[in-house]
T-cell receptor, first 113, second 114 residues
Framework: SQELEQSPQSLIVQEGKNLTINCTSS?????LYWYKQKYGEGLIFLMM?????EEKSHEKITAKLDEKKQQSSLHITASQPSHAGIYLC?????????????FGKGTKLSVKP | ETGVTQTPRHLVMGMTNKKSLKCEQHLGHNAMYWYKQSAKKPLELMFVYSLEERVENNSVPSRFSPECPNSSHLFLHLHTLQPEDSALYLC?????????????FGNGTRLTVT
């Protein structure tokens, strides 16, 4: 079965610094989703990547999917306290139309003011 | 406001109790999901309903019993739970069959089994 590994498990950065979170899949990714979760709350959808080499940005967050479609990275530029939370990557198990996602364990981000 | 509402937000129950978790979505989606989030584990998919029919049951113990009376509502009935069932239970919805459409999550119910 497909697995997603995220690194690092946790990250503490000073406000204003850049950071990168990685998500590696054991199988080819049909769709890769990034979510953010505040502690004890639901997941907020950030971005979805589908094509090898694809890159998307929203405000100061950029996500990329590598050409082989087995790894994705999430990059935050000039981090702010509002970026703090748990970032999870999710992958569609069934080719894109089923909505059944598997998830990595998450990366906990803390931003020091 | 996420469009997916879960109640209650917190629940403490004994091992012999029976309780239910409720989820309601206002997004016009036709698929709903239950996920379990335990400490230091990935989110685990429990059940999937599409057009009110259960299409997936991920080897979940029978002490968890889902119900989907219509496309907007999803319940998870709980009985004789174990302490290891303590977790955050998340409901999600999506427009099933729409290619690569993201899941929309509720804020979850934090369940503690004593």
């Amino acid at each position: 079965s497909q697995e997603l590994e995220q690194s690092p498990q946790s990250l503490i950065v000073q406000e204003g610094k850049n950071l990168t979170i990685n998500c590696t899949s054991s199988k080819t990714l049909y769709g890769l989703y990034w979510y953010k979760q505040k502690y004890g709350e639901g997941l907020i959808f950030l971005m979805m990547l589908q094509k090898g080499g694809e890159e998307k940005s929203h405000e100061k967050i950029t996500a990329k999917l590598d050409e082989k479609k087995q790894q994705s990275s999430l990059h935050i530029t000039a981090s702010q306290p509002s970026h703090a939370g748990i970032y999870l990557c999710g992958a569609d198990r069934s080719g894109g139309s089923q909505g059944n996602l598997i998830f990595g364990k998450g990366t906990k981000l803390s931003v020091k003011p | 406001e996420t469009g997916v509402t879960q109640t209650p937000r917190h629940l403490v129950m004994g091992m012999t109790n029976k309780k239910s978790l409720k989820c309601e979505q206002h997004l016009g989606h036709n698929a709903m999901y239950w996920y379990k989030q335990s400490a230091k584990k990935p989110l685990e998919l429990m059940f999937v309903y599409s057009l009110e029919e259960r299409v997936e049951n991920n080897s979940v113990p029978s002490r968890f019993s889902p119900e989907c009376p219509n496309s907007s509502h999803l319940f998870l009935h709980l009985h004789t739970l174990q302490p290891e069932d303590s977790a955050l239970y998340l409901c999600a919805s999506s427009p099933r069959g729409v290619y690569n459409s993201p899941l929309h999550f509720g804020n979850g119910t934090r369940l503690t089994v004593t």
